[in-house]
């Protein structure tokens, strides 16, 4: 079960990640959009 329980971390971490990329992402390109 533990592999299970850091798998879901794993890719909890990698949605986080993705989406705090994809979020600044969008902020930059509005800011140079401006």
Same mark, same amino acid.
């Given at each position: 079960?533990? =592999? &299970?329980? *850091?798998?879901?971390? !794993? !890719?909890?971490? +990698? !949605? =986080? %990640?993705?989406? =705090? %990329?994809?979020? &600044? *992402?969008? *902020? $930059?390109? $509005?800011?140079? +959009?401006?």
């Amino acid at each position: 079960m533990q =592999a &299970s329980s *850091l798998l879901n971390y !794993i !890719i909890g971490m +990698a !949605i =986080a %990640f993705a989406v =705090a %990329f994809a979020l &600044s *992402l969008t *902020l $930059k390109y $509005k800011t140079d +959009a401006e």
